[in-house]
Structure formats: C-alpha cells, structure tokens
Nanobody
Framework: QVQLVESGGGSVQAGGSLRLSCAASGGTFSNYAMGWFRQAPGKEREFVAA????????WYADSMRGRFTISRANAKNTVYLQMNSLKPEDTAVYYCAASTSRYSRNYYNTVGYDYWGQGTQVTVSS
C-alpha cells in the first residue's frame, strides 16, 4: 500500500510560480509511474502531467505543456510539479497519483492509477 502526501500549494497571483511536491511511502517508489491531476469546483478531475518510473519519459496535457514541468527524485521518494506562468484558470485542487501500469496510454486517465493523495489547493488570483 502506497501513501501519497502532497504539499506546496497556496495562493499566488497570475504570472507567478509554485512547486508542488508529493512524498510517497509504504512501497517501492521507483516501481511506479507518477501523475498529477487537478480538479476545479464543479469540474471533473483532469490530467496534468505524468512521468515514467525512471523519470526519462514525461507526458503533459496540451494546456500545461511549456508552463508545467514534472520531475521525480527516486532517492527521495518524491515527485514534483513546477508550475510557472500561472493563470486564474489553473485554480484547483492538485492531486498526485501512482500507477503500476507500464503503458503510457493509461496515464492520461484517472482509472490508470492505483493510489491517490488527498490533494493540495492552488489558488491563482488575477
């Protein structure tokens, strides 16, 4: 059983940056691909980014590519999401998730993940 705890959320003005962290425990972190999702009020949870178990491959939602960067430090059991040029529409609860799948097509959807964190709030004001 893997436990995931997100941190680093907060309030920032448009154009600012935040770095989210997700610390994993209870499993072998390098066995999992990791993903970030977000959910705004009244909306479905949507894919943000994913990274392979090795960190060599990454995937992004089109609207985040170029602004967000996902990375991981397997020695620290942690995955990160660097968010730059933030916009008010980025306001949401951000979740990290762990996947045992080896198929990248599964990383774009919530059903492709086995474990979830509780989320961290990101609020971007205009």
């Amino acid at each position: 059983q893997v436990q995931l705890v997100e941190s680093g959320g907060g309030s920032v003005q448009a154009g600012g940056s935040l770095r989210l962290s997700c610390a994993a425990s209870g499993g072998t972190f390098s066995n999992y691909a990791m993903g970030w999702f977000r959910q705004a009020p009244g909306k479905e949870r949507e894919f943000v980014a994913a990274i392979s178990w090795s960190g060599l491959s990454t995937w992004y939602a089109d609207s985040m590519r170029g602004r967000f960067t996902i990375s991981r430090a397997n020695a620290k059991n942690t995955v990160y999401l660097q968010m730059n040029s933030l916009k008010p529409e980025d306001t949401a609860v951000y979740y990290c998730a762990a996947s045992t799948s080896r198929y990248s097509r599964n990383y774009y959807n919530t059903v492709g993940y086995d474990y979830w964190g509780q989320g961290t709030q990101v609020t971007v004001s205009s």
